[in-house]
């Protein structure tokens, strides 16, 4: 449309939110362009980026002159305003309302708990030179396992997505976390294996496009073990 600007992304694809963002832009073909924030260098806290986003985090979201931040809200938002299928965030309001209660579980839950194993496993080590201390590890691991069973017993259980029969913003979100640190913590638990094989075999490609550094970083310290 005459006038409309590009939609732009602001994303380091070292951040979980960051990655599924990406992901759904290329996943339902939505031209976009992305502006790197590195984290590592703190790109995040410049007085340019601090205007935009007083919060100083990313993924932020520009289109039109509307700023928008959160991972959830900036999904919501896609999905809602692009044409992309109903599945991802649906109009029936108890199928969204399904959609909406995994997301809100989702940040204090699956993504606390695998972002602090990744965070134990593999970031510190990397930054400091030193292994974790192993109690703490194996304390985040086992926080970790009582969630992955939530996503089995409340969220999955038999059928094949998180909140029904079709890929929605909550598979999304879900999908990125689990793989990021050194070992596949899924390997013990064959129902969620199948989940994850399935919702990656719905984002072909963008998946693996979207995790190449963090798949580096794994193997570095998968070396290591």
Known sequence: MAGEKALKVYLDLMSQPCRAVLIFLKTNKIPHTVETVALRKAQHKTPEFTKMNPMQKVPVMQHNGFVLTESDAILKYLATNFNVPEHWYPRHPERRAKVDEYTA???????????????????????????????????????????????????????????????????LLAICEPLGAGRDVLKDRPRLQCWRSRVQSALKCSFDEAHNVLYRLRDKATAKL
Not at 127 to 138: D, F, I, R, S, Y
């Open 105 to 171: 579980w989702h940040h204090m839950n699956t993504r606390l708990d695998a972002s602090r194993v990744f965070i134990y496993e593999v970031l510190m080590p990397r930054m400091t030179g030193q292994p974790t201390e192993p109690a703490k590890l194996e304390k985040a691991l086992k926080e970790l396992e009582k969630t992955l069973e939530k996503l089995e017993s409340m969220f999955l259980r038999r059928q094949a997505f998180l909140c029904g029969d079709d890929i929605t913003l909550a598979d």
